[in-house]
């Protein structure tokens, strides 16, 4: 199984500035035949399911704010929230879909400093 | 607008049997792979199946095969988990989730507001 990791586990941040969050996977999700990343994120408020952010390690699901971007490549990536606003509060999963058993991240919970 | 209703969930003893339902209704159900994630108690999240919008293939995560079956009624627009051999760990709400393909992309577009279930003595 794909093992994937965040960090921080926490993190704090004043409204308006940038957080950033970090995802690595066990092993490479970069698919070769079709240089795609399989890799998504997803944002969880308090007491809702989770919401798709970004799919394919930084194509924006329609809806989500520009605020929101992904990046990296393989095994290591970013997702970034470029200036904090009070609804951004939530743990944000990073998820592979490069094989199963699906594999998500242990979660990042974002506050507001 | 695309909706993902579960029903189902509820308290059931350790060994014990429960089936999960999901309606889904604002798009072509049979065109799209559907999932099951469960999230246990302040815990993240955790792939348990999924099958194709045919109904063809299914896939399960190692920590419900041979107790957990997904399926699908696609003339009623309904999704099923059955899960036997409940055991505590299996303690979570359950998810009905979208894949934005009918062959299981692997990420999920639209979710259910979830079902308990609940293992306990």
């Known amino acids: 199984d794909i093992v994937m990791t965040q960090s921080p586990d926490s993190l704090a941040v004043s409204l308006g500035e940038r957080a950033t969050i970090n995802c690595k996977s066990s092993q490479s999700v970069l698919y070769s035949s079709n240089s795609e990343n399989y890799l998504a994120w997803y944002q969880q408020q308090p007491g809702q399911p989770p919401k798709l952010l970004i799919y394919w390690a930084s194509t924006r699901e329609s809806g989500v704010p520009d605020r929101f971007s992904g990046s990296g490549s393989g095994t290591d990536f970013t997702l970034t929230i470029s200036s904090l606003q009070a609804e951004d509060v939530a743990v944000y999963y990073c998820q592979q879909y490069y094989s199963t058993p699906y594999t998500f991240g242990q979660g990042t919970k974002l506050e507001i400093k | 607008e695309v909706q993902l209703l579960e029903s189902g969930g509820g308290l059931v003893q350790p060994g014990g049997s429960l089936r999960l339902s999901c309606a889904a209704s604002?798009?072509?159900?049979?065109?799209?792979?559907m999932s099951w994630v469960r999230q246990a108690p302040g815990k993240g999240l955790e792939w348990v199946s999924g099958?194709?919008?045919?109904?063809?293939?299914?896939y399960n995560a190692d920590s419900v095969k041979g107790r957990f079956t997904i399926s699908r009624d696609n003339s009623k627009n309904t999704l099923f988990l059955q899960m036997n051999s409940l055991r505590a760990e299996d303690t979570a709400i359950y998810y009905c989730?979208?894949?934005?393909?009918?062959?299981?992309?692997?990420?999920?577009?639209?979710w259910g507001q979830g079902a308990l279930v609940t293992v306990s003595s």
């Open positions: 604002g798009f072509t159900f049979s065109s799209y792979a």
């Open positions: 989730a979208k894949d934005p393909r009918g062959s299981m992309q692997g990420y999920f577009d639209y």
């Open positions: 099958i194709y919008g045919s109904g063809d293939s299914t």
